[in-house]
């Protein structure tokens, strides 16, 4: 099982960014996908999530409007569209999933939001 986030950067406050996870190595279009993030000295805090299917999908609450998380099966991505970045939306990203009751995680994206 391979995850590979991409998309991270500086932005500006207000600005928005697209973060990608490349999936590898299990069948994609079957399982459950997340998003998590971790600020500096904070505890890693789950971001939103997505169906196998991609029909329903699951934010914390102050991302909420903001993010938008999808996924294309047919590429083996998901994908998480940021806008109206904060501050406070620092973190480095990690794109998650759960096989047979293990965790699996990518390497994380650096997100900086900053003027």
């Known amino acids: 099982v391979q995850l590979v986030e991409s998309g991270g950067g500086l932005v500006q406050p207000g600005g928005s960014l697209r973060l990608s996870c490349a999936a590898s190595?299990?069948?994609?279009?079957?399982?459950?996908m997340n998003w998590y993030r971790q600020a500096p000295g904070k505890e890693r805090e789950l971001v939103a999530d997505i169906t196998s299917g991609g029909g329903s999908t699951n934010y914390a609450d102050s991302m909420k409007g903001r993010f938008t998380i999808s996924r294309d099966n047919a590429k083996n991505r998901v994908y998480l569209q940021m806008n109206s970045l904060k501050p406070e939306d620092t973190a480095v990203y990690f794109c998650?999933?759960?096989?047979?009751?293990?965790?699996?995680w990518g390497q994380g994206t650096q997100v900086t939001v900053s003027s």
């Open positions: 998650n999933t759960k096989i047979w009751g293990r965790a699996y």
């Open positions: 190595g299990f069948t994609f279009s079957n399982y459950h």
